[in-house]
């Protein structure tokens, strides 16, 4: 019984610490503050150290690492957190962080293939969509790096001349490289 007091005591101090570190890191990253993400890495980095093993601890780590513009240290933290089991959410936005970063990098093979688990894993998610086809492009995958924007754009625009064309420019998304 006193292990699952202590184990419990453990969980509610480490959701505490976690939403703490998330807190201060959207705050740095929406302000632009460097003093504030550097908080946010630095108490990140503590609980990695605690917890190396904590999926979340790690893709916390990671985000902060990139939203401070540090996006080669955040690929470990990224990394980890998917072997550790990473699920939901966080799941998606890791696979975009990761695979985002990678692109930004140059490292366009490891960025298709991220983003490209996070497109299969997650098809209706928009933003793992663009990003993989920004990684495509970068690969000189061009033609499927066209459809997959002109199909998103067909699929949210509201804008009236874009809508007027959308079943020709539907169909082209797929026919790029057709002629009459």
């Known amino acids: 019984m006193n292990d699952k007091i202590v184990n419990n005591t453990d969980k509610t101090n480490l959701r505490l ?6 807190e201060l890191r959207e705050d740095g990253r929406a302000k632009q503050d460097q003093d504030i993400l550097k908080e ?3 108490l990140l980095l ?3 150290a605690t917890y190396p093993d904590h999926a979340e601890v790690n893709y916390q780590a990671g985000i902060a690492h ?3 513009g540090l996006g ?3 690929i470990p ?3 980890k957190a998917l072997e550790q ?5 966080d799941l998606q936005r890791c696979l975009l962080g990761l695979g985002s970063t990678y692109r930004a990098l140059g490292y366009y093979q490891e960025a298709v293939e991220t983003l490209r688990r996070g497109v299969t894993e997650f098809p209706e998610h928009r933003g793992l969509q663009i990003f993989y086809s920004m990684a495509l492009y970068n690969s ?6 066209m459809e997959i924007v002109l199909t998103n754009l067909m699929e949210t625009t509201s804008d009236e001349n874009l809508q007027y064309f959308k079943r020709g420019i539907s169909y082209y998304a797929d026919h790029l490289d057709e002629t009459w």
């Open 17 to 22: 610490l976690l939403d703490k570190a998330i």
């Open 66 to 68: 990139d939203n401070s």
């Open 85 to 89: 089991g990473l699920a939901g959410p």
């Open 40 to 42: 946010a890495r630095t």
């Open 72 to 74: 080669k240290e955040a």
């Open 46 to 48: 503590e609980m990695v």
């Open 77 to 79: 933290y990224y990394v």
């Open 140 to 145: 000189k995958n061009y033609k499927q790096a």
